[in-house]
């Protein structure tokens, strides 16, 4: 009788700490803020985290909705990804820094991005599958979008106060002399004979005075309204 035996301890503890090893990748990926879809050399999608299926609007039981690369771009997109990622100019072999792309959630409604990704190599630098990060910018753009608006705002506002500064001092600058003019113009007309060549000429000058004072009447009134 002949027997063999061999310690396996080592060996099955080493296959416990790469199994919890692979369950704590797992759990980092599915855990992560952060979109992250993987595919195959032939663009099937293999991996989609739970943030990746939130940004295209997967509900459960929708993942075969969105089996290939290709749907989650404008058509096209992904292979200009694809020329990107294998331009070393770009950000060195098979990666690409962060850059902005147009996704395609599942109800056709596109999705302002930031992206980064690799493709991934065998030991022999195959190209086996491709890797992207993404975060979704809709929200960033519309803080954005509010701050471009509220500084509008702003802008018209202090536009609309200098106008009604300008406005007051120019209602200011012409009461004065317009009192002067009916103030005169009235005492003249007292002392004219009814019949006087003159008095109708008068009572135009007191007319056409009298429709500037409400003209600089309202600019106060519009300076007023401004300032507050």
């Not at 989609?48 to 940004?55: G, H, P, S, T, Y």
């Not at 491709?130 to 705002?153: G, W």
């Amino acid at each position: 009788i002949i027997e063999g035996i061999r310690d396996v301890t080592r060996v099955k503890m080493l296959e416990s700490e790469l199994a919890n090893f692979k369950e704590f990748i797992s759990r980092v990926v599915e855990s992560s803020a952060s979109a992250i879809v993987a595919a195959d050399r032939q663009g099937n999608i293999e991996l989609m985290n739970r943030a990746a299926k939130e940004l295209f609007g997967l509900a459960d039981g929708d993942r075969d909705k969105i089996r290939y690369v290709e749907q989650l771009y404008r058509p096209g997109q992904a292979k200009e990804i694809m020329k990107m990622l294998r331009d070393e100019t770009i950000g060195g072999k098979g990666k690409l820094p962060s850059t902005t792309v147009t996704l395609v959630g599942i109800d056709g409604k596109e999705i302002p991005a930031e992206m980064t990704a690799a493709i991934i190599y065998d030991d022999q630098a195959n190209e086996v599958a491709t890797t992207a990060i993404y975060n979704d910018l809709r929200e960033k753009l519309a803080v954005e979008q509010q701050l471009k608006d509220a500084q509008k705002q702003l802008a018209q506002s202090e536009k609309m106060a200098s106008l009604g500064q300008l406005a007051a001092g120019v209602a200011h600058e012409i009461n004065n002399p317009l009192t002067g003019i009916l103030f005169n113009a009235s005492l003249i007309l007292e002392k004219l004979a009814p019949e006087h060549p003159f008095r109708q000429d008068l009572e135009y000058i007191i007319e056409d005075a009298d429709r500037c004072k409400d003209i600089v009447k309202s600019l106060l009134v519009y300076s007023r309204r401004t300032d507050s």
